[in-house]
């Protein structure tokens, strides 16, 4: 059957990734994390000492990208790629409070974003690939076969990813997370560089009130539509 590019964009937390794998694993298509890949950036410039929160040396990452490599590997025990930066898994540490505080900052650097939009159209250049992030549809694939745009209310999406953090033993406070939501939805919006916005072209799906299966059929359903 023949290949297409589908690109999920939208909002943090809406659940671009749990789609994007149940889509990807059902077609035996490619996944990618684009957002996996601007956290390790962020990981690197946390660990350079080039931000913290006083102070970001955009200058100083900028001149150190050449340096920063991330790779993905497939955990069949997971069933989906972790990525690697520099050759370590850190797949635990860029889901962390304190890297999503930082990472639309990072992200609204133009350098980081050239870099990264290199990649992720080299990773998905054969097609067969499922991508999230916040411009996948306008600006890495514009010519993708089938285009999602996720949202949910920020109450909900904090709620959700709370949950998560709580899951893996982090010690966080729901206020916080809820403020990082709406903290990364709007640096992500209004960003000169790719910001976040519903390509023309892309179906809007409010997954507030959807069961996860109800918004696998309905997507799968869209998915057909295509071919
Ligand atoms: O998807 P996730 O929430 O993990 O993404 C983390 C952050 O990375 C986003 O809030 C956004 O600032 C940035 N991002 C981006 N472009 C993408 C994917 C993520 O700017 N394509």
Do not use: W
Request: hydrophobic share 40%; aromatic share 10%.
């Amino acid at each position: 059957m023949q290949k297409i590019t589908i690109a999920i964009d939208g909002f943090s937390s809406t659940g671009k990734s749990t789609v994007a794998k149940q889509l990807a694993k059902h077609l035996g298509y490619v996944y990618v994390d684009t957002g996996a890949m601007y956290r390790a950036v962020t990981l690197f410039t946390m660990q350079q000492g080039f931000i913290d929160e006083t102070h970001f040396d955009v200058n100083g990452l900028v001149e150190k990208l050449g340096d920063i490599h991330i790779t993905f590997k497939f955990n069949p025990t997971l069933g989906f790629a972790e990525v690697y930066l520099n050759g370590v898994n850190v797949e635990k540490e860029i889901r962390t409070l304190e890297v999503s505080s930082y990472v639309s900052k990072v992200a609204a650097i133009p350098e980081v974003r050239y870099q990264l939009v290199k990649q992720q159209q080299q990773m998905g250049k054969d097609k067969g690939v499922v991508m999230d992030g916040r411009d996948i549809g306008t600006v890495v694939f514009p010519y993708a076969e089938l285009k999602l745009f996720m949202t949910a209310s920020a109450e909900k999406r904090a709620k959700r990813r709370y949950e998560e953090l709580i899951e893996r033993g982090d010690e966080v406070h729901y206020e916080d997370v809820l403020r990082n939501v709406q903290e990364r939805d709007y640096i992500d919006s209004n960003r000169e560089d790719s910001p976040l916005v519903q390509a023309d072209d892309a179906v809007a799906i409010d997954n507030s009130d959807l069961t996860l299966e109800a918004q696998f059929t309905k997507i799968l359903n869209l998915v057909e539509m295509t071919f």
